[in-house]
Structures are given as structure tokens and as C-alpha cells.
């Protein structure tokens, strides 16, 4: 359960050389803490060994993951591409002072306010999903007389072991077109022709979660054949491929994940053999990573309450946070483990984690092994780093936590905590009327 960048001094869990104790003082809990120097070494693993020299390659980190002003920064000084799915995201980019060349435009549905702001801001890629969208972008560039690099996105059809929720390549999905449809010759002929798009390849991801190497070198096959195929009838040449993210990541110490060190060398080296084989003139190959990223440099810290028996069932460690903070238990299922910060466990027994919401599904995990929780005690879960912060709601009116970054000893509030006066924000009073 203590991960590789944790460590104990003392009574006291340190991750990035800060003590859990000092934070909970400092910004409350709960309390969003994040590895920084996880997170640079997990960015600088991905640039070194997603690397050729027979193209160049692209990291693009999908900010839907996590995305406020200080982790964007991260992003832009080092040099990593970033995806964006909404106007929201856009925004926080560019006031981020990521180059607009390096964001990439996503979504199955961009509103036509959102690709005029993408237009506006000569954004370097927009990723076309369909084919309304194709024609409003075209008719939008035609009325700004500006030329722009699209990807189309692809369904590659394949259908990997994931949570229905998070498997984005069925035939039924409601992302890209799918590969098998027939009339996607005409679609990309269509698309060539236009005079304000310039199509330079093709997209794909095929979902969350897969930790099986494999789907990602049976997608790229699939997605170069086809690209090959399209060159071949149209006589074209696509320069950009981009094979998505979702690379699996443990949030249980014991899950299955992807070894990036080893996987992404084998990945790189199988791509450039197969553009070899298929004689492509590609340039650019991209990848998406976004929970591979930051999954693991993240943990949230509670407090514990107390520990309720139930009459059946393991007792109960409540919280003081819980689906506000982290929906992906209720959402997904997802399963996490967990440990106490302030004080050395010993004979630990079994318990679930619940949080103070009212909906009897607001557990955060059905079951952890725990050394004497007691009130007070600070409850680490680490790992969940990625679709926590951006999931959150304010059912029950619960006060969004603090994000906090630790690296060398140092911590770096990146999000303050809310106070109840934030609470309003957007309220109006009502006025009595007669
Ligand atoms: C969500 C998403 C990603 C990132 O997925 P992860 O599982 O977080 O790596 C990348 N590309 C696209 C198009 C996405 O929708």
C-alpha cells in the first residue's frame, strides 16, 4: 500500500519530502496532493521512450484527466502537446500560456462558439469526429479565410476488456467513424477536397484502462493499414497518425498495469516497423496519454471521523470527504486501497470506507485492510490522481478541497480550498415580488 514516492519519517507518511500531517494543518483536508516529481519523471519517461528517429513524435497530455492553471504549467515548460475537449478546457489552456499550436481540439460534439474560439486562436490541431462537424468547421474557416490541420477520428472497432463506460471503439460507440461504414471513402475524398482543411492523417483511441499491450499494436496495425488503403485509393499522402491514450495504470498496489519503460520501446519499434513495411511517408506519430500521466502522482488525504459497527458487514470508516471528491467507486466501480498517515499501522483488519454524502452508494472502497483507524487519524488513497478533481460535484454542498503540489520538501498550493462564501458565487437572492 505505501507507494515507491512515499516514505516514512518518524510517525509521519512523507510524500515529496512533505509530511501529510503538515498538509492536513496547513490546507485541510480534503486535500488533493500531488508528486511533482512523479509527474515530471512519468512526462519525461513517455517523451524518451516514445522516440524515433524515422519520425518525429508528439505526447500530448489529454487535460481532461486534471487540468487547473499550475499543472498546465507543468505541461507547457515541458514541452508536452496538449488535448482539450471543450471551450472550458481551451480557456484554461491559453491562460496557461500553452502555445496554441501545441493544443489539439477532441469532443464528439464541438459547439460552433467553441470552434470559433479554436479558429480564433489558430489552435494547431482540431480532431474531426464527424461529418456535420467537418462541415461547420469548413463553413466557419471559410468565413475567416483561415486553412486548418485536421486528424479524423477513427473507429478502429476494436473492443478491449475495460468498463463499458470507459470502451470508446465499439461499433455502437458514439466517438469517430467507424472503419467498417462504406461510406468513408467519400467522407475522407470530401474532407481532401475542401479548401480550408488540411487532412494530414488519422485518429484513434480505443478507450481507458488497457493494460494490455497488445489492443494498442493491433490498433496501430489497423489504423495504418487503413491509412495506407485510403492513400492507395485516393492517391494522397497522410503525414500525422495519433494512436490516442488510455494506458492502464494500477490504482490497487497489485493491479495489472502497463510497464511504460518496457511497453513504449516495443510500441515505438513495432509502429516504425509496420510505416516501413507499408512504405508511408509519415512524419508525425502522437500518442494521448492522460491518466498514465498523472494517475499515479496523485493521492487524496482524509480525515477520519469515526469507525461505525454495522449490524452486518464490515464496521465502517467514515470520512470527510467522499463522491464529491471521488466519484469514479459509485461511477465505475473503480477500487482503490488506502492507508493511515499519522501513525505506524500493526494488526491491521478489514473495514470500508465510506463518505458523509447522502447516497448509500458513497463508498469509496468496499474493502482495505486498516491498522486501528481511529477519529482523527489522517486515511491516505493514493493513486488517484486522474478524473477525480475534474469529477467533482457539489452535492451536499460540499466545499471543493485544495490541490496541492509537494516536490523536495516544498509544498505549492495549486487550487485553493473553498469557503462557504464561494459557496455563492453566481447565487441571486430572491426578491419577494407582488
Ligand atoms: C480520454 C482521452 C484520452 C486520455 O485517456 P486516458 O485513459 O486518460 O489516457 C486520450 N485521447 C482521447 C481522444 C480521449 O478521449
Not at 528517429?53 to 487535460?63: H, L, M, Q, R
Not at 471559410?142 to 486548418?148: I, L
Not at 480550408?196 to 492523417?201: D, S, T
Not at 475534474?390 to 498550493?413: E, I
Request: aromatic letters at 10%; proline letters at 3%.
Amino acid at each position: 500500500m505505501l507507494r515507491k514516492n512515499m516514505e516514512w519519517i518518524g510517525d509521519s507518511l512523507h510524500i515529496g519530502g512533505v509530511s501529510v500531517n503538515k498538509l492536513k494543518e496547513k490546507y485541510n483536508t480534503p486535500l488533493y496532493i500531488y508528486d511533482q516529481k512523479l509527474f515530471e519523471n512519468t512526462a519525461e519517461v513517455f517523451m524518451d521512450k516514445f522516440k524515433s528517429d524515422k519520425f518525429e513524435t508528439e505526447i500530448v497530455y489529454a487535460s481532461k484527466a486534471f487540468s487547473n492553471l499550475y499543472v498546465l504549467g507543468l505541461v507547457r515548460s515541458l514541452g508536452l502537446d496538449l488535448d482539450v475537449v471543450s471551450g472550458g478546457e481551451l480557456f484554461l489552456a491559453l491562460k496557461a500560456g500553452i502555445n496554441p499550436q501545441k493544443i489539439h481540439f477532441h469532443g464528439n460534439n464541438k459547439l460552433e462558439e467553441e470552434l470559433i474560439m479554436a479558429i480564433e486562436n489558430d489552435i494547431g490541431l482540431i480532431i474531426i469526429d464527424n461529418m456535420a462537424e467537418f462541415h461547420l468547421l469548413s463553413g466557419l474557416l471559410g468565413k475567416y479565410k483561415k486553412k486548418m490541420r485536421v486528424l479524423l477520428r477513427i473507429n478502429p472497432d476494436i473492443v478491449t476488456d475495460t468498463h463499458k463506460f470507459i470502451q470508446t471503439s465499439n461499433a455502437d460507440s458514439k466517438f469517430g467513424l467507424n472503419i467498417r461504414d462504406e461510406k468513408l471513402t467519400n467522407y475522407i475524398k470530401e474532407i481532401i477536397a475542401d479548401p480550408y482543411i488540411e487532412l494530414v492523417g488519422f485518429h484513434s483511441h480505443i478507450g481507458s484502462q488497457v493494460t494490455k499491450g497488445e489492443f494498442f499494436v493491433e490498433e496501430s496495425n489497423i489504423l495504418l493499414d487503413f491509412t495506407k488503403k485510403m492513400s492507395n485509393d485516393l492517391g494522397y499522402e497522410f503525414t500525422n497518425i495519433n494512436f490516442g491514450g488510455g494506458f492502464g495504470v494500477s490504482q490497487k498496489e497489485k493491479d495489472p498495469s502497463l510497464d511504460l519503460e518496457e511497453f513504449l520501446p516495443e510500441f515505438i519499434k513495432h509502429i516504425e516497423e509496420k510505416i516501413g513495411e507499408l512504405d508511408l511517408p509519415i512524419k508525425i506519430v502522437g500518442i494521448e496519454p492522460g491518466r498514465s500521466l498523472i494517475n499515479q502522482a496523485g493521492s487524496t488525504l482524509y480525515t477520519v471521523s469515526s469507525v461505525k459497527e454495522t449490524l452486518e458487514g464490515l464496521p465502517l470508516v467514515f470520512v470527510d470527504g467522499g463522491m464529491s471528491d471521488n466519484i469514479r467507486p459509485s461511477l465505475y466501480g473503480a477500487k482503490y486501497d488506502a492507508l493511515i498517515g499519522n501513525k505506524k499501522e500493526s494488526s491491521k483488519k478489514s473495514y470500508r470506507v465510506a463518505g458523509k454524502l447522502c447516497e448509500s452508494g458513497d463508498i469509496l472502497i468496499d474493502e482495505v485492510e486498516l491498522g486501528n483507524p481511529e477519529k482523527d487519524d489522517l486515511l491516505l488513497i493514493p493513486s488517484t490522481g486522474a478524473y477525480t478533481y475534474v469529477m467533482q460535484s457539489h452535492y451536499n454542498k460540499m466545499l471543493s478541497p485544495a490541490v496541492v503540489f509537494v516536490k523536495d520538501g516544498k509544498d505549492y498550493l495549486a487550487v485553493r480550498r473553498e469557503s462557504y462564501e464561494d459557496l455563492l458565487i453566481n447565487n441571486l437572492e430572491y426578491e419577494e415580488r407582488n
